[in-house]
């Protein structure tokens, strides 16, 4: 299993051919408390860079962008009626979707750990 983040601060955990998308602890402490969580639908296809969700915070509005092309193959329904999963532990119970990834190599452009945390310090 393989975390790769965005710039846009969103992280793709890598299982196989499936990507776990949600937003980085960085990015949850930022946006303060969530109050509402815009999911795509289950069989949207999206293009690496597409905007894939929304996250609403007490601050602002936020969009959240695919990683990697790919289709959606789960949402974490959890966070409709509780969108506050996401300021508890983004990643993990405050996942927002799951995307069969559709080019592996789109992966290659994302940074790693190290990469991320030179880009938030």
Known sequence: MTTKFTPDHEYI???????????????????????????????????????????????????????VSGTVTEVNDALTGEPGLVNQDPAAAGWMFKIAIADASELDGLLDDAGYAELTK
Not at 29 to 42: K, Q
Not at 56 to 67: D, L, N, R
């Open 13 to 67: 955990r890598v299982e196989g051919a499936t990507g776990i998308v949600g937003i980085t602890q960085f990015a949850q402490e930022a946006l303060g408390d969530i109050v509402f969580v815009e999911l795509p639908s289950v069989g949207k296809v999206f293009k690496k860079g597409d905007e894939a969700a929304v996250v609403e915070s007490v601050k602002a509005a936020s969009e959240i962008y695919a990683p």
